[in-house]
């Protein structure tokens, strides 16, 4: 298994261009199931998720075609299965975003339970119960979810927790029910919207989309489109954070600053000169060693879950002591036992971590258990003394489109190693 190495002690220095969103891509794509027609989707990054979900849609006989410009033309007209295999589905967890769009479409869903996740339990139960209420027959089966509809009725549902890809799930099974569906406490994420967006352009009645209540009113059938997928808002925060961390000074490209507010507030706190345009995000340390920030977690306009780790490993060589408290996912803190391994000065208590900043962390092997816990892992080395190995690297891959490269572009000493 290859792995990353990275000499760390450089202030990054550059700017790079930020890929589509990983998040909003495999919604997308799933959705592309309720269309009759050939959909194309485009600024789609090539990351292992989004090979897993081409694979996925492959495997039920859903024609796929990749331009080398990562355009995607997905036709669904070509299915010859309702089937998300247990083979796939424990790989990524986000294959249960074929469950709605083909219980809407084909009548028929069988989709593999997603099992235990590294950073929490995960359970899809709010995807289920909001189905069932839409007059799905739904049982469970050998590790699999059978759903049967004959055509879903729109419904009024209010969701116990605010999830991501159970609103998603939701939202696309709404477009082709009979009637009206509201979702209430839906997820209000960026990705939330592009989704909207992009099932609107293929003919959808969706409004609300970016507030806790979204209404979509059934419609008989959606269309093709062309669609291009929204910029990455945790890959955009990531490379702020490696800005930050060392004391260096990145402009982030194609991106869209208003997703990031809650991140750059933070990085403001920390000591960080932020400027933005529409598009665009600078940050300059101006050689300064950051300032540690206390963080808390929470749905969308707050902190997002996705870019704690980075803040962590900030904290660990920031001036003072801060605080993570990760309130979305129980088990999230892995990261902080393999930056201990670098010298970081980390107290857990709870769901809280206490992180007192070092004047210098050190290199050692570590290994990557998630994927915001690899990208932590690589902040951390960007800022030892000495040569950081990280194992494991798969998981970065399945997120963060060339992150060897983007971080060369931006004077780091990384480079990817066979294991
Ligand atoms: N939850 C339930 N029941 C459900 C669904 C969720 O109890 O039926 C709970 C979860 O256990 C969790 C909370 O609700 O405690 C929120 O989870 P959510 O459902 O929002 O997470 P998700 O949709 O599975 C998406 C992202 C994650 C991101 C979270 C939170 C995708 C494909 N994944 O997951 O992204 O952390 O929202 O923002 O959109 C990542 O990219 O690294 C990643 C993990």
Redesign the pocket.
């Known amino acids: 298994m290859d792995k990353l190495q990275i000499h760390g002690g450089i202030a990054l220095d550059g700017e790079i261009r930020i890929s589509g969103s ?2 909003a891509t ?2 997308i794509l799933a959705a592309c199931l309720l269309a009759d027609r050939p959909v194309i989707v485009s600024n789609v990054p090539h990351l292992q998720d989004v090979t897993t979900m081409i694979e996925l849609l492959g495997r039920m006989g859903v024609s796929v075609t990749v331009d080398e410009k990562m355009r995607v033309e997905v036709d669904a007209s070509t299915i010859k299965e309702y089937f998300a295999p247990y083979q796939l589905v424990k790989t990524m ?2 294959s249960i975003l074929v469950l709605g769009p083909l219980l809407a479409r084909f009548g028929s869903a069988d989709v593999s339970l997603p099992g235990g996740c590294a ?9 289920v119960a909001g189905l069932q209420a839409m007059g799905a027959d739904i049982h469970i089966e050998n590790g699999y979810i059978k759903a049967r509809a004959r055509r879903l009725r729109g419904a009024r549902l209010v969701l116990e ?6 609103t998603e799930n939701l939202m696309m099974a709404a477009t082709l029910a009979d009637g009206e569906t509201v979702l209430e406490n839906a ?1 209000r ?1 960026p ?1 939330v919207v592009d989704l909207a967006n992009f099932l609107r352009a293929m003919g959808a009645q969706i409004s609300g989309a970016g507030t806790d209540r979204i209404v979509i009113q059934g419609v008989e059938r959606l269309h093709s489109c062309e669609y291009e997928v929204l910029p990455d808002r ?1 890959e955009t925060g990531t490379y702020l954070v490696a800005g930050a961390i060392t004391a260096g000074r990145v402009r982030v490209k194609n991106t869209r600053p208003q997703h990031v507010e809650a991140v750059i507030d933070k990085l403001q706190e920390a000591g960080a000169t932020v400027t933005s345009a529409e598009n665009w995000i600078e940050i300059d340390m101006r050689g300064r060693r950051p300032q540690a920030v206390d963080i808390r977690t929470a ?1 969308y306009p707050a902190f ?3 870019m704690q780790a980075q803040f962590a490993a900030l904290n660990t060589i920031a001036a003072g002591v801060g605080t993570i408290t990760e309130t ?3 088990n999230r803190f892995m990261h902080m036992l393999e930056m201990r391994r670098m010298g970081a000065e980390i107290r857990l208590e709870g769901n809280t971590a206490i992180i007192k900043g070092v004047d210098r962390l050190t290199a050692a092997p570590v290994m990557a258990t ?3 816990a690899s990208a932590s892992l690589i902040l951390a080395a960007l800022v030892a003394d000495g040569r950081t190995e990280i194992e494991r690297i798969y998981h970065i891959d399945r ?1 963060y489109e060339a992150i060897e490269e983007k971080l060369q572009q931006l004077g780091a000493k990384i480079r990817r190693v066979p294991g």
């Open positions: 990983k998040n495999l919604p967890r986000a950073i929490g339990a995960r359970p899809v139960n709010i995807h927790t605010v999830t991501v890809t159970g997820a994420e990705e945790i749905p997002p879950t996705d979305i996912f129980e998630d994927l915001r997120g």
